[in-house]
């Protein structure tokens, strides 16, 4: 197996809290790309020869610290066909594709982004930037940045307002929510908003497309089975992104990030991004 494609140790921040760092630890792998096209070729076999047993094939079929089904089956079924520097190659060049991407968004970019701030500065108080702590790939901490929507003093009303709370699970949002700005609801209607997070991609922070990053105290309310999608660096956009956004609720958001993580390609990502531009442009689900 090629040593670029072999699995990592974990490393968690040690400032994540005892529960949530013992929570990583225990159900994340960091992604192997060698396996990850192997499993997919191993899985277009499967539906097609199984349909009935595919699903419980997917439900059993998780990342392991040791080993995975493919680990026991014989060598004549273990897909040697596949070529082993796919993963590595695709993997490098989703890197060069989010750094281009990324200066060439900053570039062009720039005279929005100015403008962007400029109204931000002469229509509420506060800073321009708004920076959150974020948890990334395998539970590693790192700041994000966006262009501030809401009040400066946010974060202190936000636990006056849980009760109005209109999302299952972790997370929290209010359609209509009293702590954006005027200008903040035009920027998060249209995304524009999280453009400074094209920096974090530079940065690697963040990949174009991945799940999106989630807040600690969010982790340390996940179930065993959610903490999955913190195995892949997290993205400016996803399926979840282009399939409904804030109106999906929490579990099938989860789901759609494993989604992701399980048939990655460049080709999704491709996808996902062209259809990231209609969505951005209706404003379709965002608030």
């Given at each position: ?13 040690r ?91 900053l570039?062009?970019l ?37 262009f ?40 998060r ?40 999608r913190?195995a ?16 999906i ?10 989604r ?13 991004i ?14």
């Amino acid at each position: 197996m090629s040593s670029e494609c072999e699995n990592m140790t974990i490393s968690v921040d040690r400032s994540i809290p005892p529960l949530l760092e013992s929570t990583i630890k225990s159900s994340i792998t960091p992604f192997n790309w060698e396996r990850h096209f192997e499993r997919r070729k191993f899985s277009r076999q499967f539906a097609d020869s199984s349909p009935k047993l595919y699903s419980e094939r997917r439900r059993y079929f998780r990342f392991k610290q040791e080993e995975t089904i493919l680990d026991k089956l014989p060598e004549s079924e273990s897909l040697q066909d596949e070529p082993r520097n796919d993963c590595v190659n695709q993997a490098k060049f989703k890197r060069v594709i989010d750094i281009t991407a990324s200066l060439m968004g900053l570039l062009l970019l720039s005279p929005i982004m100015l403008l962007v701030a400029l109204l931000i500065k002469m229509t509420s108080r506060g800073p321009v930037l708004f920076s959150q702590v974020r948890i990334g790939q395998g539970g590693k901490k790192f700041r994000l940045y966006k262009f501030r929507t809401m009040v400066v003093n946010s974060e202190s009303l936000k636990g006056q307002l849980k009760k109005l709370n209109e999302k299952s699970g972790p997370v929290f949002k209010i359609k209509k929510d009293p702590r954006i700005t005027k200008i903040g609801g035009i920027l998060r209607k249209y995304s524009i908003d999280e453009l400074p997070q094209l920096w974090n991609i530079v940065k690697g922070d963040m990949s174009v497309v991945g799940p999106r990053p989630p807040l600690p105290d969010e982790v340390a309310q996940y179930k065993i089975w959610q903490t999955r999608r913190l195995a892949t660096k997290p993205g400016l956009t996803c399926i979840w992104q282009v399939s409904g956004r804030s109106r999906i609720e929490f579990e099938d958001w989860v789901r759609l990030d494993l989604r992701y993580i399980d048939s990655w390609s460049l080709w999704l990502d491709i996808k996902l991004i062209f259809k990231t531009f209609r969505v951005v442009l209706t404003g379709d689900g965002a608030y």
